[in-house]
């Protein structure tokens, strides 16, 4: 199974994502966590952040999901995922999709801004920020949403809310 968190920076999908691996990982030992800035690091950063690098950077993520999906690994990936046509291919060519949508309005991400990304952008400082520059599309088929209400119950409910949805990753 490949659980995919989408929301913008700041979102929290990385730290929800961290926390559904270490609650998962113990009787789960074929699970990866896959984090979309991690996954771009680790290919130098040659897929910028315009929407074409990010099309690049999504393309090589879904390929990859993809190959550990056909080995039986479970991948956890926390990515922004901007683009509707590659969570559609990720419903066609993954045995099992389970889509996580963190639907936070983007005032509370300016509010949260940990890596200055939003002050940047509106100041012109930063390029190709997703919700000022480019624009999010909602993702249309979510298997579930965790909207800002839920995620003011902590991360450790949120994980458990997932948990509870998604069959068994023996």
Not at 130 to 152: K, L, N, S, T, W
Request: aromatic share 8%.
């Amino acid at each position: 199974m490949i659980i995919w968190l989408i929301g913008m920076s700041g979102s929290g999908k990385s730290t929800i994502g961290r926390d559904l691996y270490a609650a998962l990982k113990p009787t789960t030992p074929n699970l990866l966590y896959l984090d979309g800035d991690e996954f771009r690091e680790m290919f130098r950063n040659d897929a910028d952040h315009t929407v074409e690098g990010r099309y690049k950077n999504a393309e090589r993520i879904s390929h990859t999901c993809r190959m550990l999906d056909r080995q039986g690994i479970h991948v956890i990936a926390t990515v922004l995922s901007i683009f509707p046509e590659w969570q559609k291919w990720n419903r066609d060519q993954l045995d099992a999709y389970y889509e996580v949508f963190l639907d936070i309005p983007l005032e509370t991400l300016i509010s949260r801004d940990v890596k200055g990304l939003y002050q940047g952008a509106k100041e012109g400082r930063i390029p190709n920020v997703v919700g000022i520059d480019i624009p999010f599309p909602r993702p249309p088929h979510a298997d579930m949403i965790i909207d800002e209400e839920m995620q003011r119950n902590g991360v450790s409910a949120c994980a458990t809310h997932i948990l509870k949805s998604i069959p068994d990753l023996s």
